[in-house]
């Protein structure tokens, strides 16, 4: 029988364990201080556990948190994690440092189903979805890297994978995250998840009242355009996944975020930008515009500066909310 990763356990399934190992429910809630929030990975480190239930618990678990395979910094000081797992498979995770900001750019796949065409993860294909233990431990990891006063203080579901699409294991990772007593500690408002716009998945999400943060990938204001660069519009169009996001729960002052990404020629004419303002008409929004990151073997271009401002400049007329976001660690493929 395969060892349990505790990396992965919800406080309440720790607890559990420790009863099914003959202990009391306060040895696993004493595990997932030690684990979560202390940062401690070495079961013989964890002195006011019992040595019986120490021993007990290895013969059923581990707590795995990999050493990143490499570290590649970048010139505006991101540094992109590459982890490999015991089945040889790569994921990586990005760490954003910004001021007082450290925010972490995690994986959910290992590559990506969903072969949006301006995407290079989506070029991959999908390989198999990450576990919990796999989504918590590049987390753990990327603190362990930042300085002792330090920590990872935002977390985007942005890198490899769709994360609605590993919906199972994607639910306790952020549930672990988001323990105040016992997980990791995290504001729900510190926590976006991205998606390509799975409405049944986003239905789900707001039925588990983990008030994250939600971003959609919208791309295109027309399904014409939209279904072109991302295939999964022909199962939600557009129309269906504004309807989605109108009924999906917010908390006050909570908007839901819209990652645009220009491509030159393709969605970036001010006729683009004035039906996104319809489309996004009595929805709290915030939109990012993220101008096309080259990688080799594209065939999309970055429009011009002047015209990424004037895009700008119509939806900030209507009253929208939008940033330019510059991508970060495009000199080591981490943007």
């Not at 000081?77 to 440092?97: E, I």
């Not at 994360?163 to 500690?185: M, Q, S």
């Not at 994250?212 to 990938?217: D, G, H």
């Not at 220009?262 to 709290?284: F, H, M, S």
């Amino acid at each position: 029988m395969s060892r349990v990763n505790l990396v992965g356990l919800e406080p309440s399934a720790l607890e559990a364990l420790a009863v099914d190992l003959g202990a009391s429910r306060y040895r696993g809630r004493q595990l997932a201080t030690w684990i979560h929030r202390k940062g401690v990975l070495d079961l013989d480190a964890m002195s006011d556990l019992p040595r019986e239930f120490r021993a007990r618990l290895d013969e059923r678990a581990v707590i795995d948190v990999p050493e990143p395979e490499r570290v590649t910094p970048s010139q505006d000081g991101s540094r992109k994690l590459v982890f490999r797992f015991a089945d040889g498979s790569r994921v990586s995770a990005v760490v954003m440092p910004d001021d007082d900001r450290v925010t972490l750019c995690v994986s959910t796949q290992v590559g990506c189903p969903f072969a949006c065409r301006f995407c290079l993860t989506g070029v991959m294909g999908l390989e198999r979805n990450l576990s919990t233990a796999e989504i918590v431990a590049q987390v753990l990891a990327a603190n362990r890297l930042l300085a002792p006063a330090q920590r990872v203080t935002h977390i985007v579901f942005m890198g490899m994978g769709e994360p609605l699409a590993n919906y199972a294991a994607l639910v306790p990772a952020l549930r672990i995250l988001t323990d105040a007593k016992l997980g990791l500690g995290y504001s729900p408002r510190r926590i976006t998840v991205s998606t390509v716009g799975l409405v049944p998945g986003l239905d789900r999400l707001g039925r588990e009242n983990l008030r994250v943060n939600v971003a959609i990938s919208l791309h295109a204001s027309t399904d014409e355009v939209r279904s072109r660069l991302m295939p999964v519009n022909r199962s939600f169009d557009l129309a269906a996944l504004m309807a989605a996001l109108r009924r999906y729960p917010l908390a006050p002052r909570q908007r839901i975020f819209f990652e645009y990404v220009l491509l030159a020629g393709v969605n970036d004419a001010p006729e683009d930008a004035q039906r996104l303002t319809a489309l996004l008409r009595g929805i709290r929004a915030k939109v990012n515009l993220i101008p096309f990151n080259d990688w080799e073997g594209a065939t999309f271009q970055r429009p011009p500066l002047p015209r990424i401002l004037a895009f700008q400049s119509i939806l900030l007329d209507a009253g929208i909310t939008t940033t330019v976001r510059w991508s970060k660690g495009e000199d080591i493929g981490a943007a």
